[in-house]
């Protein structure tokens, strides 16, 4: 197929553009490098420098089989001090690109959805039958998009798959996460062992888990692009499915960084400090229904392995 991939260069779109053309797509990446890498946009990917928004019509008017849509702003504290930014960035311009795909019939999408569109859940694991009542503006603008594509599907014959993440991590070779600004633990612990930060804060130890810390169902960026490969090749016309992507077990914070400890072989000093905002206690998916119906299954679920590659990868840069 000939697949257009907003956000190519970016952590997850660079991984999954590499998957797709391992299994013999052709790939054109548009991003605007605003967060993504030029560099970590995968050989034999054409890339172009564009907000996919502006270019989105005529770039698929060149003809396409699908698109899948990573480019997104992503940043949950960010989006509750500068909303405008996510509703204009993520959902004003997904609505762009679906009417650019209508425009010239472009078949397939594929989106990528979060685990924060649902919220406080009532119950874990989280199957895609939870309510959806997400507590910051990242998430609500995800599930906006979630909704346009779910019309645009039942009312135009897209065909379409939202694939919800939960905490991706890890890293394949040269593609791995490098942020300008970093939130995430995995390479926050990480980066107390190259030395470029002195110790880990741990948000609240007063948790109602095991170990008092929060617990999240961490996913190794490649089994992710083994599902995004598999959406695209079983999206249905008329058809929007949703799919929770986890491994179905939950790691509390203390558990990542011991296995951040073991993995670089450094002390890694950690402090307790007070609870984020808006965090759940624990999130993990229940990811049976993408097992079921997409014949998906995670080959590197264990969190060394994880921690090991996003290792390998802060090493190598
Ligand atoms: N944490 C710390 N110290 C840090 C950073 C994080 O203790 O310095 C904790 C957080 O409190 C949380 C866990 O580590 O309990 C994981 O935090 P991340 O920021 O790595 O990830 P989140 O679970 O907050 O966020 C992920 C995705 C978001 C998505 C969200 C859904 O990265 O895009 O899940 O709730 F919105």
Not at 241 to 247: D, I, K, R, T
Request: hydrophobic share 40%; aromatic share 6%; with cysteine.
């Amino acid at each position: 197929m000939k697949l257009l991939v907003t956000g190519g260069a970016g952590y997850v779109g660079s991984n999954c553009s590499a998957r797709l053309v391992e299994a013999g797509h052709e790939v054109v990446v548009v991003d605007d490098l605003s967060t993504g890498h030029a560099d970590a946009v995968p050989d034999g990917c054409r890339l172009i420098q564009a907000d996919f928004a502006d270019v989105a019509s005529t770039v698929l008017g060149e003809g396409f089989d699908g698109v899948l849509h990573f480019a997104a702003k992503s940043l949950v504290g960010e989006s509750m001090q500068d909303p405008a930014k996510y509703w204009h960035g993520n959902v004003v311009n997904s609505l762009r690109l679906l009417d650019a795909m209508r425009e010239h019939g472009t078949p397939r999408l594929v989106f990528s959805s979060t685990a924060a569109v649902y919220g406080e859940p009532d119950e874990v694991p989280i199957p895609e039958t939870a309510p959806t009542r997400p507590t910051n503006t990242y998430g609500a603008t995800k599930l906006a998009v979630d909704h346009m594509i779910s019309s645009y599907a039942a009312a135009h014959g897209l065909a379409a798959v939202s694939l919800r993440y939960f905490n991706v991590a890890g890293a394949q070779g040269r593609y791995g996460e490098r942020h300008a600004t970093e939130t995430h633990l995995i390479p926050l612990v990480l980066q107390v062992a190259t030395g470029q930060r002195e110790r880990i804060q741990i948000y609240g130890d007063d948790w109602q888990t095991e170990d008092g810390t929060c617990v999240r169902d961490y996913i190794h960026v490649t089994d992710l692009a083994d599902a995004h490969l598999l959406a695209i090749e079983s999206a249905t016309e008329g058809k929007h499915a949703v799919y929770n992507l986890g491994n179905g077990t939950g790691f509390s914070v203390k558990q990542v960084i011991e296995a951040c400890r073991e993995a670089t072989g450094h002390e890694i000093p950690a402090k307790v400090a007070p609870r984020r905002a808006g965090d759940p206690a624990v999130l993990v998916a229940s990811s049976e229904r993408a097992r079921t119906d997409l014949g998906w299954k995670p080959e590197r679920a264990d969190i060394a392995t994880i921690v090991n590659d996003a290792w390998a990868f802060t090493q190598s840069r």
